[in-house]
């Protein structure tokens, strides 16, 4: 109840969050001002996504764990 969610597989094809996401997971322009506005701090993503490259390198983000199917990356905390 405490975590928000930004999209999810249930998601309805047909609402705005749903090319939000796309723009987000395909690096369209404007993927890192989604991320900000919806305050994501962490995500579970196919280990091949292209995403996941970008976090760590653009946005600096941690990869938290790693298997053959999927990455758990996490924005870094500001001490």
Known sequence: ??????ADS???????MTREYDTVITLSPGWQDILKRYEATWAIL??????????QSELGWTI??????AAIV??????
């Open 64 to 69: 938290l764990h790693s298997d053959s199917t």
């Open 1 to 6: 109840p405490g975590q928000k969610v930004f």
């Open 46 to 55: 196919p280990v091949d996504s292209i995403l996941v490259d970008a976090l």
């Open 74 to 79: 996490a924005k870094q905390r500001v001490p």
């Open 10 to 16: 249930m998601a309805d094809v047909t609402c705005g």
